[in-house]
């Protein structure tokens, strides 16, 4: 039987076909909307019966012994113990000594907003989330520019800027809206220092230079401003602050950048032609944005570049969103008169939307190891691997083992969960029912649908939850038992219910798609419009124009480039895998093929490495073992390190290499995809 349902193995949340026989999964394939025989194929979606089936799942809740090794617990056990350790830590320093600490695999909608009432009951502002190096700085630039984060309508673009992105590893709809906008004669630009699938496809790469987006945005906004390329009416109705834009553009003419952002005048004048001159045009913005110390202004630069064109807002350019008007049941209000969060001193980032929250993940490691701006006592890991995920990887392991009370949720036993006090089983997306991050941001709502029972002895994250908050006495506020009684009271203010979903299962919108929402509704910013000039920022010391003050290095260790002389850069995501997850499953590890460097020929020549050499690679934090690859995909002087393999491959794990020590003093991101290094062939 097919049953309709949202897979979350990825942060894509694609809708899905799953084939269930007696309550068993047995395959499933994205929607699209190309013929099946033209639709990319997940990887991760054909072995999603390997994944769930999987004979390296947790499968009963465990507690560690005396000894350090582990013992089968059932849940009555392992959650009274999780409990009388929240709730000593909150006896012996406070509530504020307990955090919890997110990863991406549960999803950032409901599964984001239950774990946040549950701390925020208990007293505790420190639920923290990643989004300093992943999507929510991003979110918080767009927001400060336009009032929310607009997304791309790339398959009707006539132009296509994919920046810092590579769909066909991440977000295969997306990718497959890219090429068929582009065999209907869009034209596509790739900025990206990897040629990667799409970047050999583009009519335009720019192998910039990592790290220095920023300049190449503020260099187009000055060729369009300067050619009249510029769309006046908007620019003149809906906006504040060009005039200040248009002064400190001037700094930063093709001539100006080109040399330090390894482009030509020529280039950044025929990509800003393109751009200014095509309608409707469209910019995918990614995650090779989000790893950089300046992703809070070069975000911002891209989205003026937007706004500046009058592609806001329009079909085929890049759309601002209508929210779904769920109800918001993180329940802050707990907080009020309480202890400030760790994140403290990114006041802004912590506040720009009312449910993001906190997402400076680097701050546990803070308050574990140097006690600022408290002491962290105690973390409960959900869906997370910070030991292999989290930059600066001896630092983050030093904290954990010092802690004093951790707690893991997962499928699967990782770096982290071997240090646990306690490890409670989660069931895989295919096992729950929930409400997804793209269904409460943005029309249409779509369910991800439980097909199957959950396996073994493992619960959903929801079920975790809920039973937490009614054993720390929260009964009141977690009334509920299904995962639909929590969705439909979420769902309230929208009228539509879970069975409604059910009943319509490619989504339900709350309002009809309209385009051009500003000329009636305005920008959700303080002044209405698209703010070039941020008083808000202003007013917290910060520039109120991007690269107001010009830019610093923003590659780690730049200081000692004598000593570490190649520009090391943070591999691609690899379709198979999320982030670390999935390196269990034998028919995606591959015996671990693509656990590599990629090393440009002329500099492998210069340096005695052939195809297949076991390098070193070394920055001042560390130094990893792995594979050379000879690719000219990467520009000499330059290399590119796979990354997420650190649970696979201990000796392998690229956040061995990062720092988190520089942080973006508006965002808390550290520049972990880009990092000066040495390279070392071993014999």
Known sequence: MIHDTVCRLCSSCCPIHAEIENDRLISAWRKSFLEPEKRLVCPKLNHAPDIVYSDRRLTTPLVKTNNGGFREADWNEALDKVVELMTRHKQEAGPQSVSWLRGMAADWGAPW?????????????????????????RDFAHSYTYGSMAFPEAKSAQCIIVWGKHDGNTALGAAEGIAHAQANGATLI????????????????????PGHDALLAMAMIHEIINHDWCNTEFITNYTIGFDALKSIARNYTPEAVADDIWLSAEQIREVARLYGTTRPASIVDGNGLDMQRDV????????????????????GGDVIPQPVPVRNIQMKEKLANGPESITKHYALFNTFSETWGNQVQGCIIDGILDQVPYPLKMVVVQSGNPLVTMADSSRTREAFQQLESLVVIDMFMTETAKLADVILPASSCFEKTQLNRSSIRNNPIILQNEVIRPLHNSWPDWKIVFELGRRLGFTDEFPWHTAEEAINYQLEPTGITVNQLRDNPNGLRVAELRYKKYEQDGFSTPSGHVEFVSNRLAAKGFPATPLQHGMVNPISFSDRAEEFPIIGISGARDIRFTNSQFFTIPGLVQNGTGCCVDIHPEDAKKMGITEGTQVAVETPKGKIKMEARIASIVRPGSIRIAWGWGDYKPQ?????????DNRSAVTGTSSCRSFMCRVTPLS
């Open 652 to 660: 392998s794990g690229l956040n061995l290499l990062t720092e988190n």
């Open 296 to 315: 809070f202004d070069s975000t911002r630069a891209i989205a003026m570049l937007r706004a500046i064109t009058g592609n806001l807002d329009i079909q």
């Open 190 to 209: 790739v900025v990206d220092p990897v040629r990667t699938s799409m970047a050999a496809k583009a009519d335009i790469w720019l192998q910039i230079k």
């Open 113 to 137: 907003d239950y774990p946040n009432r549950l701390m925020h009951c208990f007293g505790s502002p420190n639920t923290i989330g990643n989004g300093s190096i992943c999507f929510v700085s």
